[in-house]
């Protein structure tokens, strides 16, 4: 199986802040790289995917980039309902193994 | 708009079985994979199952195959998750999720999400 590691595991930032997570996958997956962003007690919500790609409705402030083994959710200008937990998704090999998530908080 | 409602959630002893149900509408349902992902209490996402999008392939974690069986009835817009042999650690909230993509094989790029049944595998 693919293992998918994030980093950090979490982190404080104020608002306005530019916030970088980075996942990292135990082999190459290409681009097949998605990451999500869920809020407590609701659903998980796409926000790119393909690695860099915004998926529908979701905020210019959020971008994704890198591929291989290495990629990065970037959020530039951290508003209030961004603070969440995010997750990366690869989607090159079966099974679709998830990171272990990362939680942003409010400094 | 699309929408997934998952049911069948509930308390079960070890060993037995449950049948999970995920109602879609709002897209035509049987142009598309469908997936079910599970998230342990308090604990991260964990894909479980996919099906294409007439029935003809299933993909299952290897924590779960032999036990889940993942169906569809395209005639009803209705995705399940058969779980027998049911253990502790399957205790979570299961996610019903769709497929982006239109395509023979799925993409794996879960565009929509339910809102989640628990199950909770207790003596």
């Known amino acids: 199986d693919i293992q998918m590691t994030q980093s950090p595991s979490s982190l404080s930032a104020s608002v306005g802040d530019t916030v970088t997570i980075t996942c990292r996958a135990s082999?190459?997956?290409?681009?097949?790289l998605n990451w999500y962003q869920q809020k407590p007690g609701k659903a998980p919500k796409l926000l790119i995917y393909?690695?860099?790609s915004l998926q529908s409705g979701v905020p210019s402030r959020f971008s994704g980039s890198g591929s291989g083994t290495d990629v990065t959710l970037t959020i530039n200008s951290l508003q209030v309902e961004d603070f969440a937990t995010y997750y990366c998704?690869?989607?090159?090999?079966?099974?679709?193994?998830f990171g272990p998530g990362t939680k942003v908080d409010i400094q | 708009q699309v929408q997934l409602v998952e049911s069948g959630g509930g308390v079960v002893q070890p060993g037995r079985s449950l049948r999970l149900s995920c109602a879609a509408s709002?897209?035509?349902?049987?142009?598309?994979?469908m997936h079910w992902v599970r998230q342990a209490p308090g604990k991260g996402l964990e894909w479980v199952a996919l099906?294409?999008?007439?029935?003809?392939?299933?993909y299952y974690a290897e924590s779960v195959k032999g036990r889940f069986t993942i169906s569809r009835d395209n005639s009803k817009n209705t995705l399940y998750l058969q779980m027998n042999s049911l253990r502790g650690e399957d205790t979570a909230v299961y996610y019903c999720?769709?497929?982006?993509?239109?395509?023979?094989?799925?993409?794996?790029?879960?565009?929509?999400w339910g809102q989640g049944t628990l199950v909770t595998v207790s003596s």
């Open positions: 999720a769709k497929d982006d993509t239109i395509a023979v094989v799925p993409a794996a790029i879960l565009d929509y």
């Open positions: 709002g897209f035509t349902f049987s142009t598309y994979g």
């Open positions: 099906i294409s999008y007439d029935g003809s392939n299933e």
């Open positions: 082999q190459s997956i290409s681009s097949f």
């Open positions: 393909a690695a860099s």
């Open positions: 998704q690869q989607s090159f090999r079966i099974p679709f193994t």
